[in-house]
């Protein structure tokens, strides 16, 4: 039996709008067979640091030969390239814009190239407001249906490519400093620092010169009540039971957090 083929979509362009639908057309029309899966659609608006979150933590679960199509892309119409990559598990499709370098720090890039080809896109003279109806979309329909990556442009180095970096964790034997780099909608408050970093110790988060006891459930505090803990993505993260740590703390992305290492 042959595996169907799957593309999945991630984009910051909500769904009050006709853009994703106007995307699945496009894909649909080239092989109304392939298998569309909308990972998110509400990345806040223009924030690639968020995209690569959520990439990051969602590719690992789909087969090998995935196509991932994510646009968040405020240089849209500007000098920055459209690229494609062919990775040790897939593929991935967007702007150059360090969106990828999440999943490309623990996978290898087998090659990757810049969107020079025409003849994979929607229509030569693509929208410069509307890339990913007109060039990402259409390519990931090409590379799903068995289209080589070398087709579709020009080989780049892939160093050559954007890292989009978080600030470096400091470690040490008693604290980790890091940082916050994504908060979901529920007002979690999610850290760059990993659940391995912590494994068999005791520890507590300092945030804004308070200290937050860790756990391992929501339920381990009474609502209204903060506490921190290894979220299911393996990440640090801190909350409020039944209410928005974001909220509670008036906290943003990127500001810094201590865990603090007790025994």
Do not use: C
């Given at each position: 039996m042959t595996r169907k083929k799957i593309l999945t979509l991630l984009t910051d362009f909500g769904?009050?709008?006709?853009?994703?639908?106007?995307?699945?057309?496009?894909?649909?029309?080239?092989?109304?067979?392939?298998?569309?899966?909308?990972?998110?659609h509400q990345i806040p608006a223009q924030n690639i640091v968020a995209a690569r979150f959520c990439l990051l933590n969602a590719y690992t679960f789909f087969p090998e030969n995935t196509v991932h199509v994510a646009v968040v892309d405020p240089g849209v119409g500007s000098q920055r390239r459209g690229i494609a990559i062919q990775y040790d598990r897939g593929f991935l499709v967007g702007a150059d814009n360090g969106l990828f370098s999440?999943?490309?720090?623990q996978s290898a890039?087998?090659?990757?190239?810049?969107?020079?080809?025409?003849?994979?896109?929607?229509?030569?003279?693509?929208?410069?407001?509307?890339?990913?109806?007109?060039?990402?979309?259409?390519?990931?329909?090409?590379?799903a249906n068995g289209v080589a990556l070398k087709k579709l442009g020009k080989?780049?180095?892939?160093?050559?490519?954007?890292?989009l970096s978080l600030p470096e964790l400091t470690i040490n034997e008693r604290e980790i400093i890091g940082c916050i780099q994504y908060i979901d909608r529920f007002g979690n408050l999610i850290t760059n620092i990993s659940a391995e970093s912590i494994e068999g110790k005791f520890w507590s988060v300092i945030v804004k010169e308070q200290e937050i006891s860790c756990g391992k459930t929501y339920s381990?505090?009474?609502?209204?009540?903060?506490?921190?803990?290894?979220?299911s993505h393996s990440w640090i993260e801190i909350a409020v039971r039944n209410g928005?740590?974001?909220?509670?703390?008036?906290i943003d992305w990127g500001e810094q957090v201590i865990v603090r290492i007790l025994t």
């Open positions: 769904l009050q709008d006709i853009y994703v639908g106007v995307m699945k057309g496009v894909i649909a029309s080239i092989n109304p067979d392939i298998h569309v899966i909308d990972l998110t999440g999943v490309l720090a890039v087998i090659a990757a190239v810049e969107l020079t080809n025409s003849d994979y896109w929607r229509v030569a003279n693509p929208s410069h407001t509307f890339h990913g109806r007109d060039i990402f979309a259409p390519v990931g329909a090409h590379l080989t780049i180095d892939p160093d050559s490519l954007v890292q381990d505090v009474e609502i209204g009540k903060i506490i921190a803990l290894v979220g928005s740590a974001r909220e509670k703390l008036q």
